[in-house]
């Protein structure tokens, strides 16, 4: 009987030790997540930090130049921009991955400065805390500029290459509005851990009890 005890107890401490060893490795993962994110901001800041200098003495207004119809549903939502190097010729958004995308026939180097209303598009953490933007160019991210924000509306810098010929811009909400993809990826995420470290605390239970 003291063998069997001594056997059940050595399964007991192997368990546990299982255990410990994947809630060691899945903090490992998240930590490694959260440094990678971090480093993300770090990098984005400090490129955006020349080119928010140079702006910080410019006024940006672009309430009497172009607008291009959106057409999301049956409504129309008008979107002001201004483009140098180039024409927008074409907008139209995605709504399964929160993007706007915007057709630019390019015929030199430019900017195109847009103003997103956020009723139209936005991009928010938890909080209802104002997030970056990700914008791509022709597949490529890039560094988007935000030179103006307020409760209506929120305004992007993007330079472009000669050549370009779409601009996507990526947020987290895009009428009609969707759930966050980034949070319901991290909930999955999430999920597994805690399946995965569940089905390993039971096995002990289970075998105690044979």
């Known amino acids: 009987m003291t063998e069997k005890r001594q056997f059940d107890e050595i399964k007991r401490k192997k368990c546990n030790a299982a255990v410990g060893v994947v809630i060691a490795a899945a903090v490992i993962e998240l930590a490694t997540i959260s440094v990678s994110i971090i480093s993300f901001q770090l990098t984005y800041a400090q490129s955006a930090t020349g080119v928010n200098k140079e702006l910080h003495h410019q006024s940006f207004s672009i309430a009497s130049n172009s ?107 895009i009428v009609p509005e969707f759930a966050t993809i980034a949070l319901a990826v991290f909930a999955i995420a999430t999920s597994g851990i805690i399946v995965a470290t569940s089905k390993y605390m039971v096995l002990p239970v289970l075998r105690k009890k044979r």
């Open 67 to 173: 607008s291009i119809d959106l057409r999301l549903g049956n409504k129309t939502y008008p979107i002001k921009y201004q483009i140098t190097g180039g024409k927008l010729a074409g907008l139209s958004a995605e709504k399964d991955n929160m993007t706007l995308i915007v057709n630019v026939s390019s015929t030199s180097d430019g900017k195109l400065t847009i103003e997103l209303p956020r009723n139209v598009i936005d991009s928010q953490k938890q909080g209802n805390v104002d997030d970056n933007f990700a914008v791509f160019e022709d597949g490529q991210y890039v560094v988007g500029n935000e030179i103006r924000t307020n409760a209506q509306a929120r305004t992007l810098m993007v330079g472009f290459d000669n050549g370009t010929s779409v601009i996507e811009i990526t947020g987290t909400r």
